[in-house]
């Protein structure tokens, strides 16, 4: 039986991965097509639009692992899509790819009435995309309600995980630096195509093991903010719910 840390950490890479799916998806793309925008300018301004029409140093705030003057290019760059307008698109996006990734998994209404508790009873302290991620109205079709929950709990994950970097004093480029050192096909530690994933100038220095050790100790501290959130979830739902992800996460 799965205690709320265990289903933490059980379900936070699953929760990672459908949460955040639709953020590269086709259905993103198109809508970048469409609007014009580039794929970062649609990124910043649906994610974040849910903080309201704002200066971009407020988004810099809540993109806590970008640079700050890719956040401010990006959001400034998308000014020409009314925030309203970006989170009612996103959130569409996040719809669409639910219902492309998960119609034909028939755990999907489960997953839904599994983690909607989890989302409403959340404090929403330290995770602002989370809050304002919560207040957009759900979809009523199962695939789609599913993956726009997935977004939510991630939201408040990321928001959790960036106040334990700079709690710990790290750097977010650093913590991205450390997040793993498993060989690449690229020559590259995962941590450094994150890095220039997330376009941080290279070179990179290699973390030191200091660093290494406090990013792993920012993992732990995630889980166990992560872990209240779970509490609402008697043994048996979160064993479900583990499961159901488990096999979801292969759509």
Same mark, same amino acid.
């Given at each position: 039986?799965?205690?709320?840390?265990?289903?933490?950490?059980?379900?936070?890479?699953?929760?990672?991965?459908?949460?955040?799916?639709?953020?590269?998806?086709?259905?993103?793309? /198109?809508?970048?097509?469409?609007?014009?925008?580039?794929?970062?300018?649609?990124?910043?301004?649906?994610?974040?639009? $849910? =903080?309201?029409?704002?200066?971009?140093?407020? $988004?810099?705030?809540?993109?806590?692992?970008?640079?700050?003057?890719?956040?401010?290019?990006?959001?400034?760059?998308?000014? &020409? =899509?009314?925030?309203? +307008? /970006?989170?009612?698109?996103? @959130?569409?996006?996040?719809?669409?790819?639910? !219902? +492309? %990734?998960?119609?034909?998994?028939?755990?999907?209404?489960?997953?839904?009435?599994?983690?909607? *508790?989890?989302?409403?009873?959340? @404090?929403?302290?330290?995770?602002?995309?989370?809050?304002?991620?919560?207040?957009?109205?759900?979809?009523?079709?199962?695939? /789609?309600?599913?993956?726009? =929950?997935?977004?939510?709990?991630?939201?408040?994950?990321?928001?959790?995980? @960036?106040?334990?970097?700079? /709690?710990?004093?790290?750097?977010?480029?650093?913590?991205? =630096?450390?997040?793993?050192?498993?060989?690449?096909?690229?020559?590259?530690?995962?941590? #450094?195509?994150?890095? &220039?994933?997330?376009?941080?100038? #290279? *070179?990179?220095? %290699?973390?030191? *093991?200091?660093? $290494?050790?406090? +990013?792993?100790? $920012?993992?732990?501290?995630?889980?166990?903010?992560?872990?209240?959130?779970?509490?609402?979830?008697?043994? !048996?739902?979160?064993?479900?719910?583990? #499961?159901?992800?488990?096999?979801?996460?292969?759509?």
């Amino acid at each position: 039986m799965a205690d709320p840390r265990s289903t933490a950490v059980q379900v936070k890479a699953p929760i990672g991965q459908l949460g955040g799916g639709f953020m590269i998806s086709r259905e993103a793309k /198109a809508l970048c097509e469409e609007l014009g925008l580039g794929a970062r300018e649609l990124y910043f301004r649906g994610r974040c639009g $849910v =903080l309201g029409e704002c200066d971009a140093d407020v $988004v810099t705030s809540v993109a806590v692992f970008f640079p700050a003057q890719h956040v401010e290019d990006n959001w400034n760059g998308g000014r &020409k =899509l009314p925030v309203e +307008r /970006a989170v009612e698109l996103y @959130a569409e996006a996040c719809r669409a790819w639910g !219902r +492309r %990734k998960l119609g034909g998994y028939d755990g999907c209404a489960r997953i839904a009435e599994l983690l909607q *508790p989890v989302v409403e009873q959340a @404090a929403s302290t330290g995770a602002p995309l989370f809050a304002g991620w919560r207040a957009v109205p759900l979809a009523d079709d199962p695939p /789609a309600r599913a993956a726009q =929950l997935l977004h939510v709990v991630r939201e408040l994950r990321g928001g959790l995980h @960036a106040s334990a970097v700079i /709690a710990a004093g790290l750097h977010p480029l650093e913590a991205t =630096l450390a997040t793993s050192h498993d060989a690449t096909p690229f020559g590259l530690a995962a941590g #450094e195509m994150i890095a &220039k994933f997330f376009t941080w100038p #290279e *070179p990179y220095a %290699k973390p030191a *093991p200091d660093i $290494v050790a406090r +990013r792993a100790a $920012v993992e732990e501290t995630t889980d166990d903010l992560m872990t209240p959130v779970f509490s609402v979830l008697n043994d !048996r739902e979160s064993d479900e719910l583990i #499961e159901l992800l488990r096999f979801g996460h292969g759509h």
